[in-house]
């Protein structure tokens, strides 16, 4: 992985990313409306085993109540990834602004070997948190 400095081109995915917080902070009180209108997943009906994603909006629910150890016990990896979400957003503009450094992503067999075992590892959690 390499490193570059923030440009002025990145300003608008700095809020993008702003924008998305506020958003899922301003829907998290409909939460529980929302998971009620999506129905039961089909995989878990099917054959009993959770989906990758199952205890997602569990999570979230969670976290926008500042059960930061509830939602990690729901959902690590979507936790995780909510929980960088909200605490990057109110930083990225001025990160931009002062000309932080960025990574470079270069997604090679290695990056894609690394997400394809983290993504595993957590549906494992949940396969077997389940039992």
């Known amino acids: 992985m390499s490193w570059r400095r923030a440009e002025p081109g ?8 702003v924008l998305g917080a ?15 209108l999506a ?3 089909p995989l878990h009906v099917l054959t009993g085993v959770p989906c ?27 936790a ?12 990225a503009p001025a990160w931009v602004l002062v000309r932080g450094p ?4 270069r997604a090679g067999w290695k990056t894609r070997v690394l997400v394809g075992a983290v993504l595993a590892a957590n549906w494992l959690y ?3 948190k389940k039992i």
């Not at 958003?23 to 529980?32: E, H, I």
């Not at 997602?56 to 059960?67: E, I, N, W």
């Not at 960025?102 to 992503?105: A, T």
């Open 10 to 17: 990145d300003l608008p995915i700095a809020a993008m990313w």
């Open 22 to 36: 506020a958003c899922a902070m301003a829907t998290a009180p409909l939460l529980p409306y929302l998971a009620s």
């Open 39 to 41: 129905g039961p997943c």
């Open 52 to 78: 990758p994603t199952c205890g997602a909006t569990r999570a979230a629910g969670a976290l926008a109540h500042g059960h930061l150890a509830a939602a990690f016990g729901w959902n690590p990896l979507a």
């Open 80 to 91: 995780l990834g909510m929980s960088a979400l909200l605490a990057g957003a109110p930083v």
């Open 102 to 105: 960025l990574p470079i992503w």
């Open 126 to 128: 949940l396969v077997l």
